[in-house]
């Protein structure tokens, strides 16, 4: 598999908190990815980034941030967490050809 | 971007062929098509990418026709561990990956 790592795997936190996710590759890919899964539903894309400090929104962001200062790093922020956003959190990394997904985070907001 | 729709669900049996086509109209020049698989509780996992004809490996084949506006997903003589949901992808330009609601198959015994 990629190299391509997750943190946390799970957290709990409460409404109003913020919340940091990080993704890790060690495959020194350029692209970077945030989607979001809810259950039974597919894969929604949050933000993604195309290069060091070059990011988008995806078709969900509001509510989130991201910051890419390295080309290891993809942090997805919440900076004030709500019970919408409890959901599966899924980063992946591409080089143009092939596409890797990480293991995926499970956010529970309460 | 180009929409992508597939079949919400698809049963199958053990040993047959299950083919999964997917519609993209507005498929752009230079847009590739990538498939993937996804279990419950893990990641999509890559299966095939193409841009026109037919691409086979190990696993799958994806056959697009000349107009590229659909693809078809061939998964051959599928097992009980073939049961997943399959997602049609079409890779545009600047690489902006967005899933559409992806196929259900259920493989029986």
């Known amino acids: 598999d990629a190299g391509i790592t997750q943190s946390p795997r799970h957290k709990v936190t409460e409404t109003g908190t913020p919340v940091t996710l990080r993704c890790h590759q060690t495959e020194n890919h350029r692209y970077m990815y945030w989607y979001r899964q809810d259950p039974g539903h597919g894969l929604r894309l949050i933000h993604y980034s195309y290069g060091v400090k070059d990011t988008d929104k995806g078709e969900v962001s509001d509510g989130y941030s991201v910051s890419r200062s390295k080309t290891e790093d993809f942090l997805l922020t919440l900076e004030s967490a709500t019970s919408s956003q409890t959901s599966v959190y899924f980063c992946?990394?591409?080089?143009?050809?092939?596409?890797?997904f990480g293991p995926g985070t499970r956010l529970t907001v309460l | 971007l180009a929409k992508t729709t597939q079949p919400i669900s698809m049963d199958s049996y053990e040993g047959q062929e299950v083919n999964i086509t997917c519609s993209h109209n507005n498929i752009a020049t230079n847009d590739y098509i990538t498939w993937y698989q996804q279990f419950p509780s893990q990641g999509p996992r890559f299966i095939i990418q193409?841009?026109?004809t037919k691409v086979t490996n190990e696993v799958a084949s994806l056959f697009i026709p000349a107009d590229r506006k659909s693809s078809t997903l061939s998964l051959p003589r599928v097992s009980l561990s073939d049961t997943a949901v399959y997602y049609c992808l079409v890779r545009a330009a600047g690489n902006k990956l967005t899933f559409g609601g992806g196929t259900r198959v259920l493989v029986k015994p």
């Open positions: 193409g841009y026109k």
């Open positions: 992946a990394i591409s080089d143009g050809a092939g596409t890797f």
